[in-house]
């Protein structure tokens, strides 16, 4: 909050506790990867450490009816952009394509660089693919038995608040995902439960859409979805593989950083930016044509949502470290580091999302 109290950010600590109570209603959650390793350190664990389990198992003695990873969304996420990125490389058209998953970056360009606007990727946000897969599957009578769904997103972000009421990102007319908390609100309502967080033993999501592989883990942290991307380019995932495409260029701390792969014999110029103003500089070169690039992955936010304005904040540098390294170690435990190679996903595509892609992971315009 803004200690002047000029700005202040909504709380929707309230609507949620009353969509738990009411009995005609299934409160559903996602989690954001950033989230579960900036709450632990206010209970006492150590800074850093994924809590996802534990998180999993307090949401569902809050009252919670289901618990799922954004990590699940995320792997949609970079099934759908890599597409929609050799779709354009082949077409040579709209590049270079700016990734569109963290909403305050998008409102920038729309607003300081309208002419860009086609080079967004069409692709929802995580947040965004999670609620609208959400709700298409408790639109069925048989399994929504006559409750209202309600998602609740728990997001390290005030301006993923702004995303969901963005009606260019609805369905069918209506909005998604119901309400958006940040990590500073959960972690008040965990206090606020009650409930002894240290103690509690981990538990796993709910199914149908309860695992997320590696790749949608570290979404967190700059560089992650052009990571999650580069791995889904690979025809391999052995550990050899992997290490090798963390080593490429996305990782690391600064806050512009460049590089070039080869994909099928062609090489593509890759840009990773954290932060607003590193966002400005990369603009810039790109409209006096002193840069091309194939991809560019923009966060507002330096490093990445780890840092992000829902987060507990006053995080210095051992804070920002533990949080990257948090998450990095997070994903190299999942026994499934490619989004191509969740198993959910696949059949995702299959069934549920037939007919379906466009209407329920893309926008139309912004
Ligand atoms: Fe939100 Fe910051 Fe992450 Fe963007 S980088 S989605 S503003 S937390």
Redesign the pocket.
Known sequence: FCPTGAISIKTHMDEVWDAIADPNTRVVAQVAP?VRVAVGDAFGLTKGHSVMGKLVAVLHRMGFDEVYDTAFAADLTIMEESKEFLDRVEKGEKLPLFTS?????VKYLCDQYPEYKDNLSTCR?PQGMFSAVMKEYYRDPEKNQGKKTFVVSI??????KMEILRPNSFTKGEQDTDVVITTTELIRMIRNSGIEFSTLATEACDMPFGFGSGAGVIFGVTGGVTEAMLRRFADRHDKATMDSVAEAGARGEAGIKEFTVTYKGTPLNVCVV?GLANAHTVMENIKRGKKQYHIVEV???RR??I????QPPRAGNRTKTARTEGLYQADSVTSIRKADENPLIVSLYDGLLKGKVHELLHVDEY
Do not use: D, I
Request: with cysteine; hydrophobic share 35%; proline share 9%.
């Open positions: 950033a998953c963290c909403p305050a970056w946000s997001m390290p972000c005030t301006a993923k954290s966060m507002a936010c990445g949502c840092m992000g304005g829902g």
